[in-house]
């Protein structure tokens, strides 16, 4: 039972990138996933949520730092989630990990994070 996120890299501000995470032993569409970054020296904090399709609405949340810039999505039949990033600023640098909770908190199964880095 296993998160795998990707996609980060090293893009110029304004730039985009697409981050994936998949799921392997488990089925993500029964789970709230959520997008979270940790900047260096900052605490790590919530970007994006998508909630489940088997209890609730399937329907997603973003901070406000993002909302308009980044939309999250699934594809059930690649057990995957994703976060596209556009219009990316230097402020959105950090490590980004996805999970299986919109909160932080025991029992939460993490992603092994990856890093992207906007440059001005």
């Known amino acids: 039972v ?10 110029q501000a304004g730039g985009s990138l697409r981050l994936s995470c ?18 260096p020296g900052k605490e ?4 994006s949520c998508i909630r489940n399709t088997r209890s609730s609405d399937g329907s997603t949340l ?14 059930s039949a690649k ?3 994703y976060l596209q990033m556009n219009s990316l600023e230097p402020e959105d640098t950090a490590v980004y990990y996805c999970a299986t909770d919109c ?18």
Do not use: C, H
């Open 2 to 11: 296993q998160l795998q996120a990707s996609g980060g890299g090293l893009v």
């Open 22 to 39: 998949v799921a392997s032993g488990f089925t993500l569409d029964y789970y709230d996933i959520a997008w979270f970054r940790q900047a």
């Open 44 to 47: 790590r904090e919530v970007v």
């Open 62 to 75: 973003y901070a406000g730092s993002v909302k308009g810039r980044f939309t999250m999505s699934r594809d």
């Open 79 to 81: 057990n995957t989630v």
């Open 103 to 120: 909160n932080t908190g025991p029992g939460v199964l993490w992603g092994q994070g990856t890093q992207v880095t906007v440059s001005s």
